[in-house]
């Protein structure tokens, strides 16, 4: 939408389920965030109106931008903390707006003081993947888009299930995935898969304790979730454990 200044900006991307895809350096939050893209001058949203609508077309929330924030040439990230509204707090993130962006089926729409509009209808959203006019994508705050995709890839399943094997010197892992052609990529040591990790060619063993983490990947579909198991093999130290039972809590993290 071109603005009454010598500008276009519109809705370049939107992550309204950032569970832990990026986080905000200053707060260490993981916002809702919308991403502007300005061919122009810089555009102010003071005094904009933001409205976000449910499928149906009803307004599940709506407000007033009561304070600048200023929309710069290039891509920036507009975040959604849900608590109240802030001034920039990075060189990528111009603001933020105290309300949530909702992951269900609707419409974001900013009508600037101009009477100009930016708006973007979206489907049910994902965790951690982003969404433009092209369809479901990898995020990529305050950068260009990456290969947008309209399908994603089921996510991997173990048939050998995560658990305890004591008593087992070594445990057979088995992926499939319910597309018989995709290519599933895993590691063993909590890391995310990328195509670059090991390629799934059939079952392996495994000796000692390891986490397996897979990802599946198809030809015009977007990556697959992370699938995430912790097998747990006998300790070498169980004796020294006296018979008693410990609880045992399993974490993977990037």
């Not at 200023?70 to 603001?95: C, N, Q, W």
Request: charged residues 20%; contains cysteine.
């Amino acid at each position: 939408v071109s603005l009454g200044v010598s500008a276009t900006v519109k809705i370049n991307e939107i992550m309204p389920c950032n569970i832990s895809a990026y986080m905000d350096g200053n707060t260490y939050d993981f916002p809702s965030w919308v991403e502007f893209y300005n061919d122009g001058d810089p555009v102010d949203l003071k005094g904009a109106t933001v409205t976000a609508y449910k499928s149906s077309g009803k307004v599940d929330w709506t407000g007033v931008f009561q304070e600048s924030h200023k929309i710069p040439t290039g891509y920036s990230i507009l975040a959604f903390y849900g608590d109240v509204e802030a001034k920039p707090s990075s060189s990528t993130i111009l603001g933020s707006y105290p309300k949530s962006l909702e992951y269900k089926a609707g419409k974001l729409e900013f009508v600037f003081a101009d009477g100009s509009i930016v708006s973007l209808s979206h489907p049910q959203q994902l965790p951690n993947v982003s969404y433009s006019v092209d369809g479901f994508m990898e995020p990529t705050p305050g950068k260009k888009n990456t290969t947008a995709y309209k399908t994603r890839v089921p996510a991997p399943k173990f048939k050998t299930n995560p658990g305890f094997y004591f008593g087992e010197e070594a445990k057979k892992i088995e992926l499939v995935c319910d597309i018989d052609t995709a290519k599933i990529y895993y590691t063993t040591d909590g890391s995310t898969p990328t195509e670059e990790s090991k390629l799934y060619e059939g079952p392996f063993e495994i000796h000692t304790n390891h986490p397996i983490r897979a990802k599946a990947y198809v030809d015009g579909q977007l990556a697959s979730d992370v699938l995430t198991g912790t097998f747990i093999m006998e300790s070498p130290y169980k004796d020294h454990c006296k018979g008693e039972d410990l609880p045992v809590v399993c974490i993977c993290t990037d």
